[in-house]
């Protein structure tokens, strides 16, 4: 696991990073995603505002990192590079060896699906749902409703919400919708759990909830989980911290007793 | 897992939608009923102008195969008016058009009607016809096969002058002859299309008129008919105009049958015009939906997001937005359909005395009604969708 700011700040061309690259898909075969000297620019008015200035990061399975930083550091833009919501102005992001910026819209949103699962802060649960339900919710579409349901039921089970299957959303304290949106992150078993500010519109115990059921999808089911935070506590939770300043990562230690699981 | 579910899980996007457009349940209401008066409007105003022609069309039920033919008049070189269709003409037409029936019809114009409360009708029209019972139906009475002591009126005549069957009208003709009739019948209303004008009509038996010792044998008009089965009405027309109009135009003949055709045509296009002021409702009501479609994606842009973050392609998106606009188009086309049928059934009844007297072309346009009705829902609904489809997650996420 490496989380490092590229030496040359976004002057490599952006062809080269790409270009030479065959050995690295198996290489970085155990890598769920990889990041090379990627930057991200906004176009917004007149102004080209680089969120990103040429990062490299990788990310392993059951691997957990918070990343940490001022508002406006680039989290967020990094976290939707990790997502596979946007791809990188230049470098590289690849997904399991294959550079995101080949695939088409449609593929993302298909890759995405399968690999990735999506946590936030305001939960962004559907109303008209239920609980199980919005559980179901990435996978309605797929025709498959009686597999779909048992691994609804199962997931909600798993997070402690065996007995609120059928409640809607407004029915839910914050805990529950929060534990419900990442019962919904995982019906498609994805191997990388995105979680933006997951514990901020909770108290601390029920952040130590989910903190606690995010050790226990890692340690049972391999998931690597990055974290946007604000909270410390969550980032002392993480196996590493990656701080963001301005685009570019300060320093990337490892605080969790456990050590990093390397890359 | 229930039966019910294993049906509509194999349609998730309808669920979704339904379950969406419930959420903001006054809009949602508003835009069914701006989609219900459009259906209504065009399906009423369809139906209902429908009515309208088929009352005015029975006026022909009775003139399947026939002409009319009327007498063309000029002005000799003396400055008198001359022309008119006499007995030896009739005899003429009868000649030239073998196969055929040949009725003259008499119209006297010097004539007083009086009823038995001794009123008189100045506007009744004094006509002789015989075999009337071929062209007619009554409505009350019955139309004797050859009559000498009874008459037979109108709708209207009888509506204006409390005439009934049975009551006694006095009849007198250019003060000369005078004398009491029985009305044996009353017609059926006939519409302002009638050949005859037969709604304002006093008949009196045929031989009567034509006996009259002051009669000039001369005829207001002549009615030709053919079994359409045997003969054509055509032929017989062009026969007629051959005799009588080669050398100078005496007569003017007319088939019922494009009459017909031209009165049906020019209804049609003035009901077209009609429907087409009732689309312009639809239109609103497209304005309405592409509206509230657009407030629901703008309102659940952040929930849109989630779902194309979660792996929902476009595709998808659109789906779901057009489903929701099109259970609106839908629910507003169940709910206008029987409104359209039931005002129509009041129409129907009203001018053909038949809640369900629905013609195939009054049903159609109920029919089109409804399809315009979801079309334009699905349509106002393309572009929020699309929209909403193009937004990247990333933006609706911040």
């Known amino acids: 696991m490496t989380w490092e700011t590229s030496d040359s700040e976004g002057a490599k061309p952006t062809e080269t990073a790409r270009g030479d690259r065959p050995g690295d898909a198996a290489g970085g075969g155990d890598l769920i995603l990889r990041g090379e000297d990627v930057t991200k620019e906004y176009q917004t008015g007149t102004q080209t505002v680089r969120a990103l200035k040429g990062i490299d990061f990788g990310i392993a399975p059951s691997d957990f990192v918070a990343i940490v930083g001022p ?15 946007d791809v990188p102005t230049d470098g590289a992001v690849s997904l399991r060896g294959q550079d995101v910026s080949t695939f088409s819209d449609a593929d993302r949103t298909r890759k995405r699906k399968r690999a990735i699962g999506f946590v936030f802060q305001s939960f962004y649960l559907i109303p008209t749902l239920t609980a199980l339900e919005n559980v179901e919710m990435p996978r309605m579409l797929d025709k498959t409703p009686v597999k779909t349901r048992e691994r609804a039921k199962t997931l909600l089970r798993r997070v402690g919400l065996g007995d609120r299957l059928d409640h809607y959303p407004d029915e839910l304290s914050g805990g529950q919708k929060q534990r419900v949106a990442i019962a919904r992150s995982l019906i498609n078993d994805p191997a990388l759990l995105l979680a933006d500010e997951p ?20 340690a049972e089911e391999d998931v690597a989980i990055v974290t946007v935070t604000h909270d410390a506590y969550v980032a002392e939770e993480a196996d590493r911290v990656v701080n963001l300043v301005d685009g570019v990562i300060e320093d990337a230690g490892e605080t969790a007793a456990d050590g990093g699981h390397g890359a | 897992m229930s039966w019910l579910r294993r049906v509509t899980a194999r349609f998730p996007t309808v669920v979704l939608a339904r379950r969406n457009l419930s959420r903001a349940s006054a809009r949602t209401t508003l835009a069914v009923v701006a989609i219900v008066i459009g259906v209504v409007a065009i399906g009423t105003i369809g139906a209902g102008g429908e009515a309208f ?42 000649q030239v058009t073998s196969g055929a029936t040949v009725h003259p019809v008499i119209q006297r114009w010097d004539t007083v009607v009086r009823t038995s409360s001794g009123e008189t009708s100045p506007s009744a029209q004094v006509k002789g016809l015989a075999a009337l019972g071929t062209f007619y139906e009554a409505q009350s009475g019955s139309i004797p096969d050859s009559w000498r002591q009874q008459v037979v009126v109108g709708s209207r005549f ?10 006694q009208l006095t009849v007198t003709i250019n003060g000369s002859f005078e004398r009491t009739f029985r009305v044996a019948a009353v017609l059926e209303p006939q519409g302002f299309a009638d050949q005859l004008q037969a709604d304002r009509s006093v008949f009196l038996p045929f031989d009567r008129l034509s006996q009259l010792e002051d009669s000039e044998s001369e005829y207001g008009s002549v009615i030709v008919r053919v079994d359409p089965q045997t003969a054509s009405i055509d032929e017989a027309a062009e026969s007629l105009e051959t005799e009588f109009n080669t050398r100078r135009r005496t007569i003017a003949v007319s088939e019922v049958q494009e009459q017909r055709e031209r009165f049906g045509q020019t209804f049609e296009m003035i009901n077209q015009f009609l429907i087409g002021v009732g689309s312009i409702s639809l239109l609103v009501a497209a304005v309405t939906i592409a509206n509230t479609m657009l407030m629901t994606a ?27 606009a099109t259970i609106l188009g839908l629910v507003g086309a169940a709910i ?8 129509g059934m009041g129409l129907n009844q009203f001018l053909v005395g038949d809640p369900l007297a629905f013609t195939a072309a009054g049903l159609r346009y109920v029919g089109l009604g409804a399809l315009f009705g979801v079309l334009t829902s699905l349509f106002a609904g393309v572009y929020p969708a699309w929209k909403s489809a193009n937004k990247r997650p990333v933006e609706a996420l911040e």
């Open chain 1, 71 to 85: 508002s406006g550091s680039g989290k967020s833009t990094l976290l939707n590079l990790l997502g596979l919501l």
């Open chain 2, 158 to 167: 009888a509506d204006n002058n409390d005439v009934e069957t049975g009551d």
């Open chain 2, 53 to 94: 022609k088929q009352d005015q069309m029975e006026a022909y039920e009775g003139f399947g195969g026939t002409a009319t033919v009327s007498p063309v008049y000029y002005q000799n070189d003396d400055g008198d008016i001359v022309g008119g269709i006499s007995d030896k003409d009739v005899s003429r037409m009868r």
């Open chain 1, 199 to 218: 514990t901020g519109n909770l108290d601390r115990d029920t952040g130590d909830e989910i903190l606690a059921l995010f050790d226990e999808l890692r």
């Open chain 2, 298 to 324: 703008i309102e659940r842009e952040r929930e849109i997001g989630v779902m194309r973050a979660v792996g929902y392609p476009k595709r998808a998106v659109v789906s779901l937005l057009l489903a929701e």
């Open chain 2, 336 to 343: 206008g359909v029987p409104l359209a049928l039931g005002i």
